[in-house]
């Protein structure tokens, strides 16, 4: 998990980044650091990370790499759409 949340730039997917991005930046606006800030908005990968190290060792490929495909096929598919009529 901690090798995905160091590289979640890489991870996420342009509309991903985007929000990623824009959540970091508000929380930067209100004087909260900038770790701090990177952390709180990465944490909308948290639901995804169990899945996707579990994918990772099973193929015996980096999270990394797991997560670059995991979040890009998840746009494809609109599961943030889907995930949003759910919750």
Do not use: C
């Not at 160091?6 to 991005?21: P, S």
């Not at 930067?28 to 639901?47: D, M, T």
């Amino acid at each position: 998990v901690y090798e995905l949340f160091a590289h979640l730039e890489q991870v996420f997917t342009q509309k991903t980044l985007d929000a990623y991005n824009k959540k970091k930046y508000h929380l930067i606006s209100f004087n909260v650091s900038e770790k701090l800030a990177a952390k709180v908005a990465g944490l909308v990968a948290l639901s995804s990370a169990g899945d996707i190290v579990q994918l990772a060792r099973s193929f015996q490929l980096s999270p990394v790499q797991v997560g670059q495909t995991y979040f890009s096929l998840g746009m494809h598919l609109e599961v943030g759409w889907l995930r949003s009529r759910i919750m």
